[in-house]
């Protein structure tokens, strides 16, 4: 089963692969300076391609709360690879870091350019793009603790969620991804997607609101909102 699976997922991520590369190819070098329009395509594209893998039955949704998110950074737990792919399919005009090298990858240069920005910047660049794209009305995903990691793990916070919050002037909004079994887990490859239906479950958090540290230093605030999304996010 596990490998019949495997065989599922390797197909899916070929059609996901094949769509990639037309749209970097014929379209995103176009139109790759409309971001939102951008947006919009890679949000339909990415969540076909969560229905595709959910119709095959490769995982599911449990969607406990996810209300509308508009202009706001969303910090969010990182159980898989597929997290991104699943808030950005879920949520319409959303971005996030990605790594570098993606760039450079000559199938995607065109796509990652479009909308995303990439993890070799320093920290004034990565402030004033992300800053650049908040202005434009879109939401900014930020994964806190840095890498993958099980729903009974508690890796150390990062304070770029409320960096990036704090620089932009938006607020932060928590989501609880977690699922009942391993998928796509960090250091695994691309098809390891468990051998039963794995499913994700999504808790919107209260929404953190970085006015009611207006009268911190930003040392201080950066601290303390850092522990109250790790309190939103893991208690």
């Given at each position: 089963m596990k490998y019949?699976?495997?065989?599922?997922?390797?197909f899916c991520f070929g059609i996901f692969g094949t769509g990639s590369i037309i749209l970097n190819f014929?379209?995103?070098?176009?139109?790759?300076?409309?971001?939102?329009?951008?947006?919009?395509?890679?949000?339909?594209?990415?969540?076909?391609?969560?229905?595709?893998?959910?119709?095959?039955?490769?995982?599911?949704l449990d969607i406990k709360n996810l209300g509308k998110i508009e202009n706001k950074i969303i910090a969010a737990t990182h159980p898989s690879f597929i997290d991104i792919v699943i808030l950005i399919g879920l949520i319409p005009r959303t971005t996030c870091v990605v790594k570098e090298a993606l760039a450079h990858n000559p199938i995607l240069k065109h796509i990652i350019g479009s909308i995303f920005i990439t993890n070799d910047v320093d920290i004034e660049v990565l402030k004033a793009d992300s800053k650049k794209m908040l202005?434009?009305?879109?939401?900014?995903?930020?994964?806190?603790a840095g890498r993958r990691h099980r729903k009974d793990e508690h890796l150390k916070m990062?304070?770029?969620?409320?960096?990036?919050?704090?620089?932009?002037?938006?607020?932060?909004?928590?989501?609880?991804?977690?699922?009942?079994?391993?998928?796509?887990?960090?250091?695994?490859?691309?098809y390891a997607v468990n051998s039963r239906c794995i499913t994700f479950e999504l808790e919107q958090m209260p929404e953190i609101n970085i006015n009611d540290y207006s009268n911190d230093t930003e040392i201080s605030a950066k601290h303390k909102i850092t522990k109250q999304l790790e309190a939103e996010l893991y208690n």
């Open positions: 019949l699976r495997s065989l599922i997922a390797v014929l379209l995103f070098p176009f139109i790759k300076n409309n971001k939102e329009l951008c947006s919009d395509i890679i949000h339909i594209v990415w969540k076909f391609f969560l229905y595709l893998m959910m119709f095959f039955g490769l995982f599911r202005d434009k009305g879109f939401n900014f995903v930020v994964f806190p990062k304070k770029g969620a409320a960096l990036i919050a704090l620089n932009a002037g938006k607020n932060i909004v928590p989501v609880k991804i977690s699922n009942d079994g391993d998928f796509l887990y960090i250091h695994e490859p691309f």
